[in-house]
DNA sequence: CGCTATTAGGAGTAATATTCTCACTTATAG
DNA sequence: CTATAAGTGAGAATATTACTCCTAATAGCG
């Protein structure tokens, strides 16, 4: 269908949380959990690649928590749809490894590049400061 | 992950297969199947939205098959994937009935819809005669 | 210092949704 | 009437999402 998946649905709306409580040094996953309405053991697991990619900063222990690891603004919304869903491929033909044959005679390839190009572009001219309307 | 799924990967190459062949008045399925290595208990049913739709037209019995409906020139891709994997809607707020109530708060939607207007508009820009390479 | 409460991290399992396949039914030309 | 090819519904396989329980790190306190 064409469509973000829980993951990244759920993962933007968490890292929404944290730009929307700029304020607050460390929030506990459990705390988005609530507040977002997520199912709390499938956010912890979202979390994990988000710091892997330097978005999100974690702090373990009493007053523990997670903030953002840069500034909202240095962000983009694409950098946290690829650490999420990982990078975009709207067509198998389009991924790193993909081993179609049919390349150099099919128009497909051409045709789901501009589209994903298209998208991707949009969704890099956005920071995440964006997520929230003013 | 954000991609097309087999119907609509599928489907597109069987309606390429079609557009590449277009001396044969009627095609069957399991040919189609054959030549293209998909499914062919699967590709049957794709061809079920795809007459709904209007693109192919289909004939039971002997001598039966399938061809396009109309000139692949008046056909652009982007109906092609709406009829196999329905509507775009890269993000639940973007549905039709969709019944997100963050909307007037959340940047989220405009963003989604930016990105989804932008891949929409170059999926409707090609027509069927694209998906095969001069 | 070392104990305790607290919070992230991770492995493995269960539930659910999606994708795909099989077996059977219906229509049509000859 | 028969052979052929599309059409359909139930069920298997797979991927996604959700949960359980355990481990590791850290701040604060006696």
């Not at 709390?40 to 928590?65: D, Q």
Request: aromatic share 4%; proline share 5%; charged share 30%.
């Amino acid at each position: 269908m064409i469509r973000l998946t829980k993951a990244g649905e759920y993962g933007l709306r968490a890292v929404r949380y944290l730009v929307e409580n700029p304020d607050a040094s460390r929030i506990s996953i459990g705390d988005i959990s609530e507040n977002k309405n997520i199912p709390e053991p499938f956010l912890r697991k979202l979390f994990k690649p988000l710091v892997k990619n330097n978005i999100i900063h974690s702090t373990r222990g009493v007053a523990g928590g997670v903030r953002l690891a840069r500034k909202p603004e240095e962000i983009s919304v694409l950098e946290v749809v690829e650490a999420l869903e990982g990078p975009l491929a709207l067509n198998d033909c389009l991924m790193d490894d993909s081993e179609c044959e049919f390349i150099s005679e099919c128009g497909m390839h051409d045709i789901w590049d501009e589209a994903q190009v298209a998208m991707a572009k949009v969704l890099r001219s956005k920071n995440l400061t964006e997520l929230s309307k003013p």
